[in-house]
């Protein structure tokens, strides 16, 4: 059974001696026409997929080793969704980010967040969803949880 996987994968590309549209025609030539690209500064590009598979994570390989393809100086930098603040939180569970920020000092307070930035914590999404799952009061779709359980393994692995 195939799902479709919301998902993005962040490049460095500033080694591959090519302008923007220079990597776009490539990654559209090389099976990136599901993507939208997004140029950052300093070399950087963030490439949104919504892709079909039958795993997230087969789903997430194929988008990396096709942009590998295109692009094979670009260094993977991160993995999404995997590390959320609370208004990412929000938007996956259609609440307000007053309600995460209650969450995580009640329902969460013993997920410990990766990292904070600033007053902001930062969780790995797919703890998020195990725990507000094993309270039964949130649950979150079943490919975003894959998306996210996927893009934590591959951030494991890559960074």
Do not use: W
């Not at 500033?14 to 030539?29: A, P, R, V």
């Not at 393809?69 to 959320?84: C, G, H, M, R, T």
């Not at 410990?112 to 195990?130: E, M």
């Amino acid at each position: 059974m195939t799902k479709y996987y919301e998902f993005s994968l962040r490049f460095d590309v500033s080694n591959c001696g090519k302008n923007q549209d220079q990597i776009d025609d490539s990654l559209f030539e090389a099976g990136c026409d599901d993507a939208l690209v997004r140029h950052g500064r300093h070399g950087e590009i963030n490439i949104t997929f919504e892709r079909q598979s039958s795993t997230a994570l087969d789903a997430m390989q194929d988008a990396q080793k096709q942009v590998l393809l295109a692009l094979p100086q670009a260094k993977l930098l991160e993995v999404k969704p995997d590390f959320v603040g609370p208004t990412d939180i929000a938007r996956v569970y259609s609440i307000t980010r007053q309600r995460v920020q209650a969450l995580v000092n009640t329902k969460l307070s013993h997920v410990h967040p990766f990292t904070s930035v600033g007053n902001t914590q930062i969780f790995r999404l797919a703890n998020v969803i195990d725990a507000l799952d094993s309270q039964g009061r949130h649950h979150a779709d079943e490919a975003i949880r894959e998306a996210a359980t996927a893009a934590m393994q591959l951030n494991r692995q890559n960074l």
